[in-house]
């Protein structure tokens, strides 16, 4: 099996409400996916399903070959913290904290020496092309840098997938054809796979491959 991960059934249901419905999906190594849909459509929710941050009213998330429902609490944070990236449409930058600190926050609880974590964080601040950033709180950057240095946190774990919810929403079609062409760098130069939820015809155009959702199922479902 070469996916790098496959949802299968994947059902999610709040109350009375079927946000998600049987959807079946796959995702390759080195691969750009966009999930299209109309708000509502479960985008959101799939992509939580797929990072473990919701856990499924039926079916199932296999990453690399293990199931990642069978992982309490502990193991699905460590799990996720070794292997998904997530980056969403608010930034979700701590406000106090500097550009460089937020990008080497999640490698405070891997126990990383201060020296490494500061010296891995000024490498992915340097990936994003904020180098000179790397002091400035979140309240001292523009959109399209916050956004940046999100995706530089990102990526400290070298996660071999990366989530987003609507990357370049927020940013003007200049920084969101930089952020597209990194993650396009990323993929070929370090083999990460991006799921890439869109309602942008020319963000989605870029992707290797659509996954259309309509009232939570996939309309080009694979099984
Ligand atoms: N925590 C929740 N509790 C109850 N209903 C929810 C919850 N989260 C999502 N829903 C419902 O599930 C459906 C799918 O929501 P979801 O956020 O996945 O949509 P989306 O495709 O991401 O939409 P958008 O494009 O607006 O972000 C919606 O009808 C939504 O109201
Ligand atoms: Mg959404």
Request: no cysteine; charged share 20%.
């Amino acid at each position: 099996m070469s996916e790098l991960l496959q949802a299968e059934s994947l059902n999610k249901t709040f109350g009375a409400v079927t946000a998600v419905h049987n959807a079946n999906l796959h995702i390759n190594p080195a691969e750009i996916v966009a999930i299209m849909g109309r708000s509502g459509s479960g985008k959101t929710t799939t992509m939580h399903l797929l990072a473990g941050l919701e856990s499924p009213s039926g079916g199932r998330v296999v990453y690399r070959g293990q199931n990642i429902a069978g992982l309490d609490e502990d193991a699905l944070a460590v799990w996720r913290r070794d292997n998904i990236g997530l980056i969403f449409q608010a930034f979700h930058l701590i406000p106090t904290l500097s550009a460089l600190e937020n990008v080497a926050f999640p490698l405070y609880p891997a126990r990383v020496p201060v020296a490494k974590r500061r010296q891995r964080a000024a490498e992915r601040l340097a990936q994003v092309g904020l180098a000179d950033r790397a002091d400035h709180r979140p309240s001292r950057l523009s959109g399209g840098e916050q956004q940046r240095v999100a995706i530089a946190r990102a990526l400290i774990n070298n996660p071999g997938l990366i989530l987003a919810d609507e990357p370049t929403g927020n940013l003007d079609s200049e920084t969101g054809a930089d952020i597209l062409a990194l993650f396009h760098r990323l993929r070929d130069e370090a083999g990460v796979a991006f799921v890439i939820v869109t309602h942008d015809d020319e963000v989605a155009a870029t992707a290797d491959r659509i996954i259309r959702m309509k009232d939570g199922e996939i309309t080009n479902n694979e099984l």
